[in-house]
């Protein structure tokens, strides 16, 4: 028994809508969040020769960014792009960025919304996709892993796909969608990591616990914005 790899990727140009970007402030950029850093640890410019260098540094400002997209709920890590569909074609590749979770689809071209359902569901709907004939439109779409599927399979229709986005961004040094709190708490992350580095694990500790405080804060702020969105009312005896 044999695997075969696949040899060409999947793919699909999506485009971002015109963004709207939190206020730059003090940390508008990567390159401030680095002298943030470089502030906190008093060891002079990071180099590409020092310890950490600045590309590690960097790197772990991008991690932060996406550890804070695996934990924070509001919109803010919401993304609204949109495509160009192939006709006849049903497999699309998902933006590079998309974290899983809720996804939200529109047919621009014949302006109606594109049902959502599960990846069983939409195969017991239509088991063999290549029978389907190809229509002016989608009537209900399914995630498959990292991929988005379209039944029956639409002609050149143009979606708009709403989804989570990791914080992986393609982009490496764009801030301008985190507030800038949550820029201040990744250089917290990242200070955290540069001492650790270091090998001086008191300071290490130290950040690292300003950035789980600012974490915990976050969450119980998110919290609140969803409790008070419903009206300070529980919908059921889980969410008392």
Known sequence: MSLTVASAALDLAWAEFGAVAFTAGTLADQAACVTEVEAKLKRGT????????????????????QELAEVRQFTWRRRYVTATLTAGTWRYALPPDFQGGRVSLRDLTNNKKITVTSAHQLDVLYPDP?????????????????ELWLMPPPGADVVE???ERSGDDITATDFSWLPEIERFRCCDFATAE???????????????????????????SDGKKRYSAMGFRARSVFQA
């Open 46 to 65: 990071l180099g590409a020769s020092t310890v950490p260098t600045n590309t590690q540094v960097k790197n772990w400002l991008q991690r932060a960014k």
């Open 130 to 146: 290549a029978e389907e004939t190809s229509t002016s439109g989608a009537l209900i779409c399914a995630v498959k892993n990292m």
């Open 194 to 220: 540069a001492f650790t580095s270091l090998h001086d694990y008191d300071k290490a500790q130290f950040f690292y616990n300003r950035w789980r405080e600012g974490l915990s804060k976050a969450v119980r």
């Open 161 to 163: 796909l709403e989804y």
